[in-house]
């Protein structure tokens, strides 16, 4: 399974939108500051994730998020976030 998620940055309350195959060990490497675009905005919190069979799939999701129509799309389903 590939995974696509979101984290908030508790200092900021940006949103960081990637994508990998294993969202435990991801996700420890954010929280641990072990990723570069992520460390200076630590504290985060993952508050959206969902699954996808395909790599190109998560990854298309991913870029969708990314553009103007997947940000006013993804601030709907995070509103109370």
Request: no cysteine; net charge positive; aromatic share 12%.
């Given at each position: 399974?590939?995974?696509?998620?979101?984290?908030?940055?508790?200092?900021?309350k940006?949103?960081?939108?990637?994508?990998?195959?294993?969202?435990?060990?991801?996700?420890?490497?954010?929280?641990?500051?072990k990723?570069?675009?992520?460390?200076?905005?630590?504290?985060?919190?993952?508050?959206?994730?969902?699954?996808?069979?395909?790599?190109?799939?998560?990854?298309?999701?991913?870029?969708?998020?990314?553009?103007?129509?997947?940000?006013?799309?993804?601030?709907?389903?995070?509103?109370?976030?």
């Open positions: 399974m590939y995974y696509l998620y979101i984290l908030k940055s508790k200092t900021d940006k949103l960081y939108i990637g994508y990998s195959s294993n969202l435990k060990i991801r996700i420890t490497e954010h929280l641990n500051g990723v570069r675009s992520t460390k200076s905005r630590r504290p985060l919190e993952l508050i959206f994730y969902e699954a996808f069979k395909s790599r190109d799939d998560a990854k298309r999701r991913e870029r969708y998020f990314k553009t103007s129509k997947g940000k006013v799309s993804l601030n709907q389903i995070l509103r109370k976030s």
